[in-house]
C-alpha cells in the first residue's frame, strides 16, 4: 500500500474490476497483457487516490505517441508553431527549475545524512497522499512503461510513469525507449520503479497553480518517486533525474555506478574509438564537450557496471533535455541545426513563441517580437513589477529532442553490452588552479581528488558572492540519495570488480589570467585527444604531486594536428603551472567538508594528507608556483 489510511485495503483484491471503472475496454486489455498483479495494484491504488476521469494505457505506437501530442495540445500543456513537429511548453514563472528544497529523499525513522535533503518516510507518504487525494478529478491518467537503457541489456532497468501531464509522457516519448512489450514479455518477475506524478490544479494560463505545495518526494524502500504540484522536467520526467536516485541507491546495494555523466567516443590512431564518460556540474562545458567528441552515446547520464573485468556503460536515455539559451549557429552547429529542422519532433519549453508562430531563444538570429513566455504575454521592453526588463526566453529554457538526430550519434546507443569505458572525466570551473587537464595517478586517486573533490565557481547565476568554490561531488550532489562518504566508497568497492579500471582525469576550461581565459572554447578537443592516447600509452606524462600533465611537445603536435593551431611554449607554460597555493586551499576547503560526514573511508584523507605532504616539499623546493619545465618527464 503506498497511500496509508486513504483506501481500504480490500479495495485492491480484484485491481482489474477496479481499473475497469476507469478504463475502456480497449485500455483494460493492454493492461491485461502484461500478466503483473503488482503492477495492476499499483495502478489501481493511485487511481482510487487521485480519481482520474480516465486512464489511457501508453503502448508507444505511433497511434499513441499522436494522441498524446494531440492531447498535450488541446490541454494547453503545448502550443503549435509554425511547424507541425515542434511545440512549445511553458512552466509558468515559479516552476522553471528543479525545487532542491522540496525535493527530498524519505528515509524510515527520519533518519539524516549530511548534505541530502531527507525527510521522514511515514510522515512523507502521508504528506503525499493527501496531496493526490482527488487531484486527477476531471482529468486523463496517462500510464506509460519505459526501459531505462538498451532493450534486453542487463544493465538497464524499467519504470513506469503515471501522470495526469500529456506534457510530462510526450516529453519522455521523446526521451526514452518504449518498454511496453519488455513488460508483455518479462510479466510479474519485472521489477520496475515508479514515478507518479500530478502537475496539480492549473491556472487559466496552463501553469501548476499550487507551486507553495509542490513537493517532490523519493521513496527508496518502495523504489517509487512521487512528484506533486509541477511541471518542471526536471520535478516531473520520472525517468530523468527521479529515477537517476533510484538508480544510484539500487547500484549501491548491487555495486554497479549510475553518474550524472555523458558517455562520448574519441577517435584516436588507425580510427579506434574510445570511450570516456564525464561529469561537470551545470556551466562548466558537459553539453559542449559531448557535442566535440567525435561519437555522442549520452549527454547527461551513465549506467556504469563491471562486466567480466571491464567497466561498461549505458545510457538509459534516447533523448536530450538540453539548455537552449546562447545555443547559435556558429557555436553550436550541429545542436542548432537539429532545433531548426522542420522534421525533427521537438518541443521547446520557456521559449518565446512569437505571433507568427515561431519560436525565439537568445541565440537565436533575429529579434524576439511580440508574443507568449514563460511569464505570459510578452513584448520587447515588457518590464515586471519591480520595473525590472523580462527577458523574452528564460536562462532555463530548454529543448526536448530525441538523440538520434545527432549526426555523430555512437552506432551503439542501443548495444545491451553497452561501450567499454577508458576513462572518467570531472570537469569543474576553476579561474585560479586546476591545469586544463589533469590525470590520477590511480582510481582511487582520481576518485578522492578530483571525483569527489570537484568544485565550481559560482557564478552570477546563482545568488551570492561570484568567485565562490562550491563542492559538488561527481556533480551528483542534487541527485544523491546516500551520503558522498558511501557513493565514494561505493567507487572503490566498483574498482574492486574491474580487471583494469578507466583513467581517472579532470578538466578546466575556465583557467583565467588576467582575467582572460587562457584556453579556447575549441581547445576541448585537445584535452580529449590527449587523454585518448594516454589510455593507449602513446602520449607521455610529468609526474607532479597532484597527478599527471602532458608535455609541451605532445600538446603542441595536437593542436597542430586538430586545430592547425601553432602552440605557444609560454602559453603551455602559463596552463601547466602547478599553483601549489590554491591545490593546498582546494584540499584544506574539501576536507573540511568531508570530515562532518561519517561514512567517508578512511583512505578518502589518507589521499588528501598524501597529496597535501607532497604539495608542501613542492613548494620548499621550488616555491608557490612551479613551472611544468621543472618536473621530469615520465
Ligand atoms: C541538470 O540540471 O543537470 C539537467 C536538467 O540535466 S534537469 O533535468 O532539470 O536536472
Ligand atoms: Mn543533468
Known sequence: MRFPGLIEKESLEDPLRLLATFCSEEHLDRLKEIKNPRLWRDIAEVALVARPASIYVNTGSDEDKDYIRKRALENREEYPTVHPMHTVHFDGPKDLARDKGNTRILYPGGRQVPLINTFDRDAGLTEIGKLFRGVMSGKEMFVSFYLYGPRYSKLSLYGVQITDSAYVAHSEEILYRNGYRDFVEKGEELEYMLFIHSAGERDENGWSKNVENRRIFIDLEGNSVYSVNTQYAGNTVGLKKLALRLAVYKGYREVWLAEHMFIVGVKGRGGRISYFTGAYPAGCGKTSTAMIADTVVGDD???IHAVNGEARAVNPEVGMFGIIDDVNPRDDPEIYSILVNPSAEV?????????DGNVWWRGKPGEP????????????????????????????ARFTVSIRHLSKLD???????????SGFIFGGRDPSTLPPVLEAFDWKHGIVTMGASLESERTAAVLGQVGVMELNPYAILDFLPISVGAFTALHFEFEKKLARSPKIFSVNYFLREDGKFLAEKRDKIVWLKWMEQRVHGEAQAIETPVGYIPTYEDLREIFARELGKEFKEDLYEKMFTIRVKGFLEKIERVTKIYSTIPD???????????????????????????SPFKFDKK
Do not use: C
Open 301 to 303: 547520464l551513465a549506467i
Open 369 to 396: 517580437k511580440k508574443g507568449i513566455n514563460y511569464a505570459g504575454e510578452w513584448w520587447p521592453g515588457k518590464k515586471d513589477e519591480n520595473g525590472k526588463e523580462i527577458l523574452p526566453s528564460h536562462p532555463n
Open 411 to 421: 552506432p551503439r546507443i542501443d548495444d545491451p553490452e553497452g561501450v567499454p569505458v
Open 600 to 626: 567517508t573511508p578512511r583512505e578518502f584523507f589518507e589521499i588528501m594528507d598524501k597529496q597535501t605532504q607532497g604539495l608542501k616539499a613542492l613548494e620548499a623546493m621550488h616555491g608557490q608556483k612551479v
Open 347 to 355: 518541443i521547446f519549453s520557456n521559449v518565446l513563441l512569437m505571433e
